[in-house]
Every structure is written in structure tokens, then in C-alpha cells.
């Protein structure tokens, strides 16, 4: 989380647990009170978001959720049972910590004197303006970083000279990162009001082409906001020279399309449309590194060209040549059992069948494994190949055919 979110979950905590009165409920054990600081605890409860569950997770509050240790504190006799009083006094501890204590604390470590004021809706005051640059997990590249800045300081100076007020300046007063990243710019209140009205319409007009996410459809909408038209009607009216409006314009258009290329938003996106920032506004593609493993990782090794790679087998192969002894020969019929079946003789194929039948008739034999197969079958073929002179005479008489006599 980043740190204003870490601020502003431990007070949204803070805050239930007072308006609920847990901890005084928890001290006296009354029933009444316990019924309606449960009742109270859960209709605040249903407003929290993730950053508040997980400082809730942190301060050991979770059990405050659960109906059974209501239940438990409101038996009978859960007063004086010491297994009982046990988890209320916790809870109790862990309560006043959170409501009194980490308020205090976190307040003199993270909140800053450049911070500015929030108000109920979480909207920050003018003139200051807060870019969130979404990463959901991934890391940004330096270009995307360098995009929002740059982006937001050009933007500026065209409005500055838009309101007539050529000496603002804008300023990074603070950065912050945790899940995603964010900088705040402090400048002129005017320019940044009008900053961010010129971001707010960019943003009305990508949720209007939301299906169209090229960049092509990104530059015209960053050349079409309506702060081009108020550039042209102060060209006109002489309040402002040709030269330096058409300069303002493409100023504009500019810093909005880099503001949209780097995928860059701000707090107020979410509170004028119904439509999510970090689905509309996804960086273009070379901004973030994925980390391995992310969905968007897996979408880049998928892009990229499959190289054809040689098998183990084919890898392993020798080169054909035409020089070929017995040796080879027989270890190309020991690693396929189909040849030596097909270049086997005759006679050493009836020499093997009573064998292969003893062994099927054996079914309390040990089952043979790939390593024994193959030095069985190459025994067979060394007896073949290798045999005595005697039996390849003979087996050389059985198989040449009869000669005719000769007359």
C-alpha cells in the first residue's frame, strides 16, 4: 500500500471503532452495549476496502467480524470465566491500540506538512494535483516514469499560458509507492484547476471510445478536448497571437498523449464515471516489465517468434556416410526391437520362440524393464551376427537353394 493509503485506512479503522463504542462495550461487558456495538461495527464495516481489511488483518481485529466471538462475549457467565475473558481482553488491547495509540504514531512518522488537506469524497484541494501511475503488480520502465512527468509539466505551462499567468511554476512535492506509484505537483491554483479539467475531459472521451484503444484513435482525442476551441477563440479575439496559440495547442496535444501512452491517471477518474481507470488506461506495451509468471508475461513470450529447435533425436543422429560396419549395424538393431525381428534369420527366430514361451508361461517372474530388453535382445543379436562358423555354414546350406544336377 502506499503510504497515504496506509493513513487513511488506519483513521477509517480508528474512526469505526470509536462511533461503534467496541472498546467500551468490550470493558463492561453489557449486554446491550455489546448487541449494538456489534450492530454498529458491521454497517461501517460494509464501506471498507482492501487497504482497511488488511490493516484490520495486521491489528488482530478480524475476530471482530466473527458472529461467534459476539456470541461468546454475550453467554452467560462470560464474565467471569477466565477461557472466556481471555480473546474479550485481547480484542480489548488490540482496540485501544488501533484507536488510540497508531493514529498518533503514524501521524508523527508519514503525514507530511506538504500534504495536502482531503476532503470527504477524497478529492484533493486545488492546487495541488495527484498522477497515479498504475502497475497492478508489474514494475514501470524509466520511459513510462519520465512520460508522466514530462507529460504533466508541459501540460501545465500551456495552461499557464492559456490563464495568462507565464510565471507559475509546477513542482513534484512528493512520491509515493506501495502496489502502485503516485506524485504529487504543487503549483498555481488556477493552472492546476485547469489541468485538471483538460485531464477530466480527456478521460470523459476515452470512456466515450473505450473499445478503441490504438493510438491513432489517442491522438485525436488528445487534438480534439475542448481546450483547443478556447485556444482558437482567444487567437481570434487578438488576446492571444497565432504563433503562440497554434505553439499552445500542440502543447496540449502532446503532453495528453503522452499522458495516455504512459497509462497515467488521477484520484478523480473514479469519482465521474462508472468505468474502471486501471482497464481503460493500460500503458502501451514497452512501458511496464512484467514479472515472470503475470499474465503479461505470458502474452509477451507468446508474441514473440517460435524458433524451430532439433530434437534430442534428430540432434543425436549421425550424418549418413557410406561407410558402415557390423558394429553400427548391430546397435541400430539393438535400439529398434522391430528390425531385429525383420532381419533376424530363420533359424535364430525358432531359436527364440520356446524361450519367449517359458518366459510368458513364468507369470511369478520379475517384469522386465527397458534396461533388461535391450540386454536380452542384444545377447540375440550378438549370437546371431557373432555365431559359431558352424552354425552359419549351416544355416547358409538351409537357406541357398538346390542346385539342379547337372547331366
Given at each position: ?6 493513513v487513511?485506512a ?26 449494538c456495538?456489534h450492530?454498529d461495527?458491521?454497517?461501517r464495516r460494509?464501506?471498507?476496502g ?11 481485529l ?58 470527504g469524497?477524497?478529492?484533493e484541494?486545488?492546487?495541488?494535483l495527484?498522477?497515479?501511475?498504475l ?10 516514469l ?12 500551456a ?20 502496489g ?73 496535444a502532446?503532453s ?29 506495451s514497452?512501458?511496464i ?28 543422429a ?17 535400439e ?5 525381428e525383420a ?38 543379436v ?5 555365431g ?20
Amino acid at each position: 500500500m502506499r503510504r497515504v493509503e496506509i493513513v487513511q485506512a488506519v483513521q477509517n479503522v480508528a474512526e469505526a471503532l470509536v462511533s461503534s463504542h467496541v472498546m467500551s462495550a468490550l470493558a463492561r461487558m453489557d449486554t446491550t452495549e455489546l448487541v449494538c456495538a456489534h450492530a454498529d461495527w458491521v454497517a461501517r464495516r460494509q464501506s471498507f476496502g482492501a487497504p482497511e481489511d488488511r490493516v484490520i488483518g495486521v491489528l488482530g481485529l478480524e475476530q471482530l467480524d466473527d458472529p461467534a466471538f459476539w456470541a461468546k462475549a454475550l453467554s452467560e457467565g462470560a464474565n467471569r470465566d477466565p477461557e472466556m475473558l481471555r480473546p474479550i481482553s485481547e480484542m480489548h488491547r488490540n482496540a485501544r491500540f488501533a484507536q488510540d495509540e497508531l493514529p498518533k504514531l503514524l501521524s508523527a512518522l508519514l503525514v507530511r506538512e506538504s500534504d495536502a488537506v482531503v476532503t470527504g469524497e477524497g478529492i484533493e484541494l486545488p492546487g495541488r494535483l495527484t498522477v497515479l501511475v498504475l502497475e497492478d503488480g508489474d514494475s514501470s520502465t524509466p520511459e513510462r516514469l519520465a512520460l508522466v512527468l514530462n507529460s504533466i509539466g508541459t501540460l501545465y505551462s500551456a495552461c499557464a499560458q492559456i490563464l495568462a499567468e507565464p510565471n507559475a511554476h509546477v513542482s513534484v512535492v512528493a512520491c509515493d509507492s506501495g502496489g502502485d506509484k503516485s506524485f504529487d505537483f504543487l503549483g498555481n491554483v488556477r493552472v492546476i484547476e485547469r489541468v485538471r479539467d483538460v485531464v477530466l475531459s480527456f478521460w470523459d472521451r476515452v470512456v466515450f471510445f473505450r473499445e478503441d484503444r490504438t493510438e491513432d484513435r489517442m491522438k485525436l482525442i488528445a487534438e480534439s478536448l475542448p481546450v483547443a476551441d478556447e485556444v482558437e477563440e482567444l487567437a481570434a479575439s487578438g488576446s492571444m497571437s497565432r504563433e503562440t496559440a497554434d505553439t499552445v495547442k500542440q502543447q496540449v496535444a502532446e503532453s495528453i498523449f503522452m499522458f495516455g501512452r504512459a497509462g497515467a491517471t488521477i484520484p478523480e477518474f473514479q469519482q465521474v464515471a462508472v468505468y474502471n481507470p486501471r482497464e481503460l488506461m493500460r500503458p502501451t506495451s514497452g512501458m511496464i516489465v512484467a514479472e515472470e509468471g503475470s499474465a503479461e508475461a505470458a502474452v509477451e513470450e507468446a508474441a514473440e517468434p517460435a524458433v524451430a529447435e532439433p530434437t534430442e533425436a534428430e540432434s543425436a543422429a549421425p550424418e549418413p556416410t557410406t561407410e558402415t560396419s557390423a558394429a553400427s549395424e548391430a546397435d541400430s538393431i539393438v535400439e529398434t526391437p522391430a528390425a531385429v525381428e525383420a532381419e533376424t534369420p530363420p533359424a535364430a527366430e525358432e531359436s527364440e520362440t520356446p524361450a519367449a514361451e517359458e518366459a510368458a508361461q513364468e507369470p511369478d517372474g520379475p517384469a522386465l524393464n527397458g534396461t533388461d530388453l535391450q540386454r536380452i535382445i542384444a545377447e540375440k543379436v550378438d549370437k546371431v551376427l557373432h555365431g559359431q562358423p558352424e552354425d552359419r555354414e549351416s544355416g547358409a546350406e538351409k537357406d541357398e537353394p538346390a542346385q539342379p544336377e547337372s547331366d
